[in-house]
């Protein structure tokens, strides 16, 4: 083990989400009221679902003003235009920056959000901008994470360095092949590149809450747990030395721990 860390089991998958949403809801709430602003770091993929739709509800149960609200995303496919219905970009619209418009709480999804464009001419120049943008926007506040089966992060795939930064990376064939089911079931169809934020601009996140559901993640969750040492071989490992990072489970996760 490389230290105890904060972790949460919760009984299932609603359960965590639930929580997970009441603990964003109220860093964002606080945030906006010691600081007047609030970054945060948006994943996508199964697991947060439900979480977006929970704390959705929360904030139509207790408003705020989300002018100072801002949200950035860990990754997207490459190419990948923003119309297509399989863009990350599409599925934040559909899932949270849509609805969260419906609401009349000032938050204007044109204006508050950042989503790697996987329809780029030079992924290079969009990494580097991308990078430049969340450091005007002062730093991620809070960054919800899920975990590959693989053990990445955003797209971090294994062989991903500490000090990776926002790149053009390419997938493996494990990752596609498990994305598949986003894309009805065809392999072929899962982008072979995808731009994302690299270990190291994940580290930067003045918090990080990390969900992990279901029992294709315990072995993973039992390999990154029982590491001597943060490994390349094993990205989500290097979350471990993070000094706030929140790890929430449910009890399949976290069956092998
Ligand atoms: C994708 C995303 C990751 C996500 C992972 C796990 O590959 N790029 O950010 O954490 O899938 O997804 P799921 O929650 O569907 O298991």
């Given at each position: ?24 809801y ?6 906006l ?6 970054v ?5 993929g ?17 408003p705020?003003?989300?002018r ?25 619209k559909r ?13 204007d ?19 580097k901008?991308?990078e430049?943008?969340i ?39 494990s ?13 072929q169809?899962v982008p ?7 270990v ?6 003045k918090?990080?809450l ?6 294709q ?16 071989d ?21 069956a092998?721990?």
């Amino acid at each position: 083990m490389i230290s105890s860390k904060s972790i949460t089991i919760f009984s299932d998958y609603e359960a965590l989400s639930i929580a997970a949403a009441d603990h964003v809801y109220q860093a964002l709430h606080d945030g906006l009221q010691e600081k007047g602003k609030f970054v945060f770091g948006c994943a996508t993929g199964g697991t947060p679902a439900r979480f977006y739709q929970q704390l959705l509800s929360l904030l139509q149960q207790h408003p705020v003003s989300l002018r100072s609200f801002f949200t950035v995303n860990l990754d997207e496919y490459y190419p990948m235009p923003q119309s297509n219905e399989q863009s990350y970009y599409s599925w934040m619209k559909r899932i949270f920056w849509h609805p969260l418009q419906q609401m009349n709480l000032s938050f204007d999804y044109e204006r508050q959000v950042l989503i790697p464009d996987g329809d780029v001419q030079d992924p290079r120049k969009e990494a580097k901008q991308y990078e430049d943008k969340i450091r005007t926007w002062g730093g991620i506040d809070v960054q919800i994470l899920g975990i590959g089966e693989n053990g990445h992060i955003g797209f971090n795939e294994p062989g991903s360095e500490r000090g990776s930064r926002m790149r053009l990376v390419s997938l493996t064939e494990s990752t596609r092949r498990t994305n598949a089911k986003f894309f009805g079931g065809d392999i072929q169809a899962v982008p072979k590149q995808a731009i994302t934020m690299g270990v190291e601009t994940i580290l930067e996140a003045k918090e990080i809450l990390v969900l992990v559901s279901g029992k294709q993640k315990a072995e993973i969750m039992k390999k990154i747990f029982s590491a001597a040492e943060p490994t390349s071989d094993i990205p989500a490992t290097y979350l471990l030395k993070h000094p706030h990072t929140h790890w929430f489970f449910d009890t399949d996760a976290a069956a092998l721990m």
